[in-house]
């Protein structure tokens, strides 16, 4: 299966911060994008693509013009990738969007369990998003698609659970994991 891995926000406007590090959403998950193509070579049977969102002075352009881009590459599913923030530091967990089909639901599924166990932090559950913020990233490609938020940039926890490499790696696996569980 052919999974494409959306890096979320653009050069641009990189998204929310990393209270640590300083890192944005763009640049971590760029990042995490990488090591989810590196580690795809001990999956066999899936193939990956990263994809980078262009700024087009136009957010719907923008999402319509990255997953016209996966569609063309002939992904099977798509992932998107996030972490959350909020003005509260007490803020913390894991969280999966999807559009509510069945297989896009399947794959959250996946990736919310599989993230919860390489990260261990609170479950925040499935969220069907078919209106506003971020359902553009579920609806606008052919495939299946889901957008993860695996942790808050802006909680301790939420940092603590993924500013390590061995954590990242662990993270980047949990997403193959998933498309294995869920498309294999
Ligand atoms: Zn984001």
Not at 73 to 85: I, K, P, Q, R, V
Not at 86 to 98: D, F, I, K, M, Q
Not at 139 to 151: D, F, S, V
């Amino acid at each position: 299966m052919k999974l494409g891995i959306v890096v979320g926000h653009n050069a641009r406007a990189q998204g929310a911060v990393r209270a640590d590090t300083g890192e944005t959403e763009f640049y971590w998950n760029a990042r995490l994008a990488e090591m989810i193509e590196d580690q795809a070579r001990d999956f066999l049977g899936i193939t990956v693509k990263v994809f980078f969102r262009k700024d087009m002075r136009s957010y719907s352009r923008e999402l319509k013009d990255v997953y016209r881009r996966t569609d063309a590459w002939g992904a099977d599913a798509t992932c998107e990738l996030h972490f959350n923030s909020h003005h509260n530091p007490a803020a913390t967990g894991t969280e999966t969007l999807t559009s509510g089909s069945k297989a896009s639901m399947a794959f959250a599924d996946a990736a919310q369990d599989r993230m919860l166990d390489a990260l261990g932090l609170k479950d925040r559950g499935e969220k069907i998003v078919r209106v506003g913020r971020g359902s553009a990233s579920l609806i606008n490609g052919r495939a299946p698609a889901i957008l993860i938020e695996p942790y808050f940039g802006s909680s301790r926890k939420g940092l603590a659970a993924t500013d390590e490499v061995h954590e990242m790696r662990a993270l980047a696996r949990s997403v193959l994991l998933a498309a294995q569980d869920a498309f294999l």
